[in-house]
């Protein structure tokens, strides 16, 4: 069973960077597609990122082009998300979640959360103004 764990939340100033990682026990990454999504208090959960299995043509949310990237090293079964030029708004609980695609499928952003079955439990990134 595919499990997932976040990690590389905190607090950061303004303008600063964090780098969170999205580990996977228990399978193979190699046949997920990975999302980044966020959920600040009172708002509704928004998609940050996708990438596939092979690592090519991830997607990100016009909120966050330019500023984060997204990356995966299968052979240590994770995924990162690099955080730079961060802003309050920014501040989330961010999560990691698989969806088994087939090999050329693109992710998208824009792709339901319903469809990723699998879940971490979150980091905390509080950015302070």
């Known amino acids: 069973q595919l499990r997932l764990v976040e990690s590389g939340g905190g607090l950061v100033q303004f303008g600063g960077s964090l780098r969170l990682s999205c580990a996977a026990s228990g399978y193979s990454l190699d046949y997920y597609a990975i999302g980044w999504f966020r959920q600040a208090p009172g708002k509704d959960r928004e998609a940050v990122s996708c990438?596939?299995?092979?690592?090519?043509?991830?997607d990100y949310a016009d909120s966050v082009k330019g500023r984060f990237t997204v990356s995966r090293d299968n052979a240590r079964n994770m995924v990162f998300l690099q955080m730079n030029n961060l802003k309050p708004e920014d501040s989330a609980v961010y999560y990691c979640?698989?969806?088994?695609?087939?090999?050329?499928?693109?992710?998208?952003?824009?792709?339901?959360?319903?469809?990723?079955?699998?879940w971490g439990r979150g980091t905390r990134v509080t950015v302070s103004s």
């Open positions: 979640a698989a969806i088994s695609l087939a090999p050329k499928t693109q992710c998208y952003v824009s792709d339901p959360a319903d469809l990723f079955h699998v």
């Open positions: 990438i596939i299995s092979r690592g090519n043509n991830p």
